[in-house]
C-alpha cells in the first residue's frame, strides 16, 4: 500500500509540474485602455499593440535580449533600443496588471526620453523573428536613452510620445525622414 501511494504521489507530482510548466508557456493576453498586450513570460516578451488615433503604435519589450522596438505608424518608421531594465516594469509588473488588478498599485516610473540616431538598422534578423517581422516593411533606426537631467537640444515638435499601460511615458525623438 505504500508503494501505491508513493507511485501516487509521483504521479501528481509530475503532472502539477507539467502543468505549472504549461501555465508559464502560454502567453497572457490582455488590454488596458487602447492597448492589447501579450505577455510570454517563457520567451520573456511583451508585445504591445496601441490603437489610439492620435499615436498608433507596435512594441516589443525583449527582457532577455534587453531590448525595446517600437513601430510609429504615424511616422512610418521602426526604433530600437536597449531597455534599462532597473527603470522598465518587470514582465511580473505587467502580467499582474493584464490580470485585472488595479494598475494604481504600481507607481508610475519618470518618463524617459530616447534620442534617434541617423544610421540605419541594416540586419533585423540579429535580433530575433519578433522584431524582424514587426520593423519589416520600415526604416529602423536605434535610438539612445537619455540620462536623466541632460539637457536636451532636441525640437519637441520632432517627439513621438509612447505610453506603456500607466507604468511609464517615452518620447522618441530626432530628426530622421518621417520622424
Known amino acids: 500500500m505504500g508503494r501505491a501511494r508513493t ?3 509521483q504521479l501528481f507530482s509530475l503532472l502539477l509540474g507539467f502543468l505549472q510548466n504549461i501555465n508559464d508557456s502560454h502567453p497572457l ?3 488596458v485602455g487602447t492597448q492589447s498586450i501579450r505577455v510570454d513570460a517563457f520567451r520573456g516578451m511583451v508585445s504591445i499593440r496601441d490603437n489610439n488615433v492620435l499615436s498608433e503604435w507596435d512594441g516589443i519589450l525583449d527582457y532577455k ?8 505608424f504615424s511616422k512610418m518608421a521602426c526604433v530600437l533600443a536597449k531597455m534599462d531594465q532597473d527603470v522598465f516594469p518587470t514582465l511580473d509588473d505587467i502580467s499582474k496588471a493584464l490580470d485585472n488588478q488595479a494598475l494604481k498599485h504600481y507607481p508610475s516610473t519618470h518618463g524617459l526620453t530616447y534620442t534617434v540616431l541617423p544610421s540605419r538598422v541594416k540586419n533585423l534578423a540579429q535580433y530575433g523573428m519578433p522584431i524582424k517581422d514587426m520593423c519589416r516593411d520600415v526604416p529602423t533606426y536605434f535610438a539612445q536613452q537619455q540620462k536623466e537631467g541632460t539637457a536636451l537640444s532636441i525640437d519637441p515638435n520632432s517627439c513621438f510620445e509612447v505610453q506603456l499601460l500607466s507604468f511609464m511615458g517615452l518620447s522618441i525623438c530626432g530628426d530622421i525622414p518621417g520622424l
Do not use: H, T
Open 29 to 31: 493576453d490582455g488590454s
Open 7 to 9: 507511485l501516487d504521489f
Open 65 to 72: 535580449n534587453a531590448l525595446l522596438a517600437a513601430k510609429l
